[in-house]
């Protein structure tokens, strides 16, 4: 660190250790003061000669020859500013000690590089004495040579040697002028000369250190730096340079050793608080380097050194939208420093912000750039925004300056990979896994793309070296189970994943699959106790915990699961997965306040976190908070304005709130940030057949089966345009298509509404039936099938269904309702007891206010079911049905002019199921 940069860190850092020692009387003169000051001083003692200076200049602010002496003290502890404050003082009170005032003045000017002051106004004078005459021309040379003025500082350093040519500082000039016109090693061999005739010069053996670490041999400086502290206690820089070296070296004890000699000096000394930063990131104290960091920045706002570093910090910690924050405001006023724009772009890449990142290093990126690390960043942000062929380039560009590096080799590959040249990337990936050493990345692509090859024999093989290379990893064994339960051979996974528990018992991901196969075998109870041995072992393993509030939930343990979900919750406050899974429990048990409570409080904890925007927007839906969701996920885009699924999640709220137009604009948005993003085409598939555009909703959905040829959305939204434009038997077609590739009974039921719709209703019904005896538990499409029986008229089958739903469902509202009117048909006495139960679970609804009612009328309990009837003819007054079912009640009750006029509202309905009944009941009136 430059002399210059040190005086900066040291303003006011020995005030308080001053004035505490000026507190109280003390006994000794003036003079006895000074003449101590002047003892320590030349014990090497600067701290102790500091506080009798200052001791002195207590009793005497006038004392010329104490701030003389304070100068110089300040001088040789590097607080050149309080230096030079102190020297133009004893000036002005007219003290030049032979130039003695002067000399030191140019010397506290230099250090603190103020050339031009030492050039314009420190001159040596006739009457001045040789010794600070020659001190005066050999800091004016240095004063030159700041300035690059070699010509100068050789006329200075000849005007040095006329004076004093045996002197230190004319000797360290020459030096100076050797290292700006020959080498290192030359001014070296100068100022080892000097030092052979006096070994005890600071300066020289500064100067020293320094070309040592021009040299690279910074190691040799460390012995130095010794001698420098043994010569003079408290001399600030000396501990700096010597922290830096031994940080430089991963020496972090004795690095903290002269961190802490700063401390003891002053703890506002903000390069001190900076290097204890820096110790704090080599031994991984990540959160202690943050704070010790701050505290050199709320001492030293501008101070750039440590602003990089809390970007680094922020960076490495995860934390990179601060780090991009921080990093950004430092560019923007040191542009030229590279190290700061390698990690702002690779904030910007952890972000998923591939433009800004690859923006951040456009104005570095010229065809002279040979720096590997920042032409793979920049592959890394082209390869993350899409730009494959340029991706390539680059990594190509870094590969000529490091052919050999794994890395880069491994990333080209995964381009090659998304560019379809498979084998050629396979290839590579085969050679780089064969490679030695542990494994690398290339290992885990190799085998991801072999597995999703379905090419399992070959990545056992690669996971094989894999093991031999991380024999204590318990990763490449969960791979291998991976693969075998792929295989289905689940006893092979299972040793696997067993395997790799045994190896780290915390391992979740080992955990998890092995649950996996117990729940699959009918064993929850071994899948629960894993998951609690995890727990066990770790009481802050939040990862297992939502895994038993998981399985609770399956198994329907609304208890259990919540109260796994607030230990989680306990053991790490404010985690977005948790809030977001406690909001997401509370809705599912109807309780959306509560679950709004969650989503707020994981919006407010993480208010720079898209997901939890997005819990908080879910949960705004669920209560029907249109507006509040629009706005959650308009803030979740302008965090996150390069992800398509923000913009979807927009859609879908603006849809809920009624902007299908504004909706539309975000799906296309969305699609334009990511032309493959299915999601928004069948988004925008589906808006458009809701406005009934189902030519362009035909084309959309075509888009959606060319990006996903495979999945059954694009053929599903396909029959949906279809039926809406009146083409059935087109919309056939393209359901049973969808069927064939997602065998599921909403497509069988979606098949059944098409062939319904074609005239193909027996057909239509027989497709159901067919779905059903394969599939005998699937009750919501049963339900579908005891309706089509009902709208046909076949009670007794449909009260077949109606029953086998309420076996699995008892409260099933619709079932209850619809077996009660099938009883009521068949003459089935039952039909009173079902719609009654109906009632009990469905309280004041239209429909089963009425069922039940007409159900007790046509048993005869004319007073019983009338009153129910007019109740639900309240809720549902255009209902004809409940209508007719009125006017009928009050014929038999006797009140024939209300019967007239309800059965009159039927006629003037022109219903054509009830038309024709009421007309029939007038007549008889």
């Not at 040596?124 to 800091?139: G, K, R, W, Y």
């Not at 924050?325 to 390698?342: C, D, E, V, W, Y």
């Not at 680059?394 to 040249?421: F, N």
Request: include cysteine; hydrophobic fraction near 45%; charged fraction near 25%.
């Amino acid at each position: 660190m430059s002399p210059r940069s040190i005086a900066r860190a040291l303003r006011a850092a020995l005030a308080a250790a001053a004035l505490a020692t000026l507190v109280g009387g003390c006994s000794k003169s003036e003079p006895e003061i000074l003449a101590d000051a002047q003892s320590r001083f030349a014990s090497g003692d600067l701290p102790g000669a500091a506080i009798e200076a200052k001791s002195a200049l207590a009793r005497n602010p006038e004392n010329a020859r104490a701030r003389l002496l304070l100068g110089t003290i300040d001088n040789e502890s590097g607080k050149f500013k309080e230096a030079e404050a102190e020297l133009r003082r004893a000036i002005e009170l007219g003290l030049v000690e032979g130039g003695r005032v002067h000399a030191e003045l140019a010397r506290a000017l230099v250090a603190d590089g103020q050339a031009a002051k030492v050039i314009s106004e420190i001159r040596p004078l006739d009457s001045f004495e040789p010794e600070p005459v020659t001190v005066i021309h050999a800091m004016r040379g240095r004063a030159y040579l700041l300035q690059r003025d070699r010509e100068n500082a050789k006329r200075s350093l000849a005007a040095a040697a006329r004076t004093g040519p045996n002197h230190a500082q004319t000797a360290l000039l020459h030096a100076r002028l050797l290292l700006t016109e020959a080498t290192p090693a030359e001014a070296l061999a100068a100022v080892d000369a000097l030092l052979a005739a006096q070994p005890k010069n600071v300066e020289a053996l500064m100067l020293r250190a320094d070309l040592l670490h021009l040299l690279k041999r910074s190691a040799e400086a460390a012995p130095v730096y010794d001698a420098i502290i043994a010569l003079r206690k408290g001399m600030i820089p000396v501990h700096v340079a010597r922290a830096t070296l031994m940080i430089h070296l991963n020496k972090l004890a004795e690095a903290r050793k002269d961190v802490e000699a700063i401390a003891r000096v002053s703890r506002n000394i903000p390069v001190g608080h900076y290097l204890r930063a820096l110790v704090l990131v080599r031994e991984g104290k990540l959160a202690d380097a943050e704070i010790a960091v701050q505290h050199a920045l709320k001492i030293l706002p501008d101070y750039p050194a440590a602003q990089l570093l809390a970007g680094l910090i922020a960076h490495s910690r995860g934390s990179h939208a601060s780090a991009e924050q921080i990093l950004s405001k430092f560019l923007a006023r040191h542009p030229s420093n590279l190290t700061a724009r390698k990690l702002l772009a690779a904030a910007q890449i952890e972000m998923r912000k591939g433009k800004e990142a690859f923006e951040t290093l456009e104005p570095v990126l010229t065809a002279k750039m040979t720096d590997h690390t920042v032409l793979a960043i920049a592959a890394d942000a082209l390869f993350l925004g899409g730009s494959l062929d340029r991706a390539g380039e680059y990594y190509q560009r870094a590969l000529a300056a490091r052919p050999d590096d794994p890395k880069l080799r491994t990333s080209l590959a995964a381009v090659q990979l998304q560019r379809g040249e498979t084998e050629q990337a396979l290839a590579e990936l085969e050679a780089l896994s064969k490679l030695e050493g542990p494994g690398q990345r290339a290992d885990y692509i190799l085998i991801t793309t072999l597995y999703r090859r379905g090419d399992f024999a070959k990545a056992l093989e690669a996971v094989t070296r894999l093991q031999a290379k991380e024999p204590k990893s318990p990763v490449p064994h969960n791979l291998a189970g991976i693969i075998n339960l792929e295989r289905k051979d689940p006893a092979a996974a299972r040793r696997n994943f067993e395997r790799a528990l045994e190896l780290d018992p915390r391992y979740f991901p080992a955990a998890a699959n092995l649950a996996t196969i117990d729940v699959a075998e009918k064993k929850s109870a071994d899948a629960r106790h894993r998951f609690e041995q995890i727990v066990a072992k770790d009481q802050k393993n939040v990862r297992a915990m939502l895994a038993l509030a998981e399985l609770a939930s399956r198994e329907n343990d609304k208890a259990a699961a919540l109260k796994w979900l607030e230990r989680a919750r306990a053991a790490r406050p404010g985690a977005i997965e948790t809030l977001g899974m406690l909001s997401a429990h509370y809705l599912s048990v109807g309780n959306a306040a509560k679950a709004l409570e969650y989503a707020r409080e994981a919006a407010s904890r993480n208010p720079s976190s898209p997901a939890a925007l997005d819990v908080l927007g879910t949960a705004q839906m669920a209560a029907r908070e249109y507006n509040g969701a629009i706005q959650s996920y308009v803030k979740m885009t302008q965090l996150a304005p390069r992800q398509p699924a923000a913009y979807y999640r927009l859609s879908v709220a603006q849809q809920a709130g009624g902007e299908a137009k504004g909706a539309e604009s975000t799906l296309r948005k969305a699609i334009e940030l990511d032309a493959a993003y299915v999601p928004a085409w069948a988004a925008l598939a589906g808006l458009q057949i809701n406005q009934g555009r189902t030519d362009l909703a035909l084309k959309t959905a075509a888009e959606v089966k060319r990006l996903a040829p495979h999945a059954a959305q694009g053929y599903e939204l396909e029959g949906e345009a279809l039926l809406r434009a009146k083409r059935p038997a087109e919309a056939v077609k393209a359901y049973e298509a969808a069927f064939d590739r997602s065998r599921t009974g909403s497509n069988a039921v979606k098949i059944y509404v098409a062939r319904t719709r074609a005239g193909s209703r027996a057909e239509a019904i027989g497709g159901l039936e067919q779905w059903l005896e394969r599939n005998p538990r699937d009750q919501a499409t049963r339900l579908v099938l005891a309706d089509a029986h009902l709208a046909d008229g076949r009670f007794g089958a449909a009260a077949a269904h109606y029953e086998q739903v309420l076996q699995a469902a008892p409260k099933e509202i619709l079932a209850l309702n619809n077996l009660a009117i099938c009883y009521l048909a068949l003459g089935n006495p039952r039909a009173v007891e079902v719609a009654k139960r109906a009632h009990e679970v469905a309280g004041n609804d239209a429909n089963v206010l009425d069922t039940y009612g007409w159900v007790l009328v046509e048993n005869g309990k004319v007073s019983d079911g009338l009153p129910l009837i007019e109740n639900a003819k309240r809720l549902k007054p255009g209902s004809d049905e409940i209508t007719y079912h009125l006017a009928v009640a009050m014929a038999r009750a006797g009140n024939k002019s209300g019967a007239r006029r309800e059965a009159e509202s039927v006629i003037a309905m022109k219903s054509a199921a009830y038309g024709n009944k009421a007309r029939e009941l007038l007549s008889g009136l």
